[in-house]
């Protein structure tokens, strides 16, 4: 006994849009805006606190370690506007995701007038798929959040702002008082 072409077509049909339509749901749903991963050149920025955390770091920037766990950048310029703190960085691989730790330790020197030091810190993710562009960002800190809203001595000092790459004890770059 022959078979029938015209059964087979349109279940043929039926099964290829209904892969299709499967295909464009999985698609919209794992296009979720909602997540906290950033998208592929867009910087996140993680504010730290810690004594332990920022003598560690600042004995590996010291001792030429810093470049071991921090992609290249550097810092290019600062800008304060009350409580935002605006940090202008340079690196290389745009294709990326990159990360920021800004680390303070919690501590204000008080002269005058007051200072604080900062650490900034550069990851990348390490799918490098040949991306050679050269960036430039502002990375925007929120001191209030970093230091906390009622800290008004630390809001109101200078900030001496260190690279982990910078193997000196100058800072790379120094923000004037509020």
């Known amino acids: 006994m022959k078979k029938s072409n015209s059964v087979w077509i349109p279940m043929y049909r039926m099964t290829r849009n209904l892969c299709f339509i499967m295909l464009i749901g999985i698609v919209l749903l794992s296009c979720n805006k909602d997540s906290d991963d ?3 050149g867009e910087n996140r920025i993680n504010l730290r606190v810690g004594a332990e955390l920022y003598n560690d770091l600042e004995t590996k920037r010291l001792n030429g370690k810093g470049a071991e766990e921090n992609a290249d950048f550097t810092i290019v310029g600062i800008e304060r506007s009350g409580t935002l703190l605006r940090v202008d960085v340079s690196y290389g691989g ?3 995701n990159h990360y920021f730790d800004v680390v303070w330790d919690g501590i204000v020197q008080e002269i005058f007038p007051c200072k604080t030091g900062l650490i900034i810190s550069h990851r990348k993710d390490n799918n490098d798929f040949g991306c050679n562009r050269v960036i430039t960002d502002t990375l925007e800190i929120d001191l209030a ?3 906390g809203k009622d800290n008004s001595e ?4 200078s900030i001496e702002v260190y690279s982990m790459l910078n193997e000196t004890p100058d800072p790379d770059i120094i923000c004037c008082h509020n």
């Open 38 to 40: 950033p998208l592929p």
């Open 94 to 96: 745009g294709c990326q």
């Open 145 to 147: 959040e970093l230091f």
């Open 154 to 157: 630390a809001l109101t000092c």
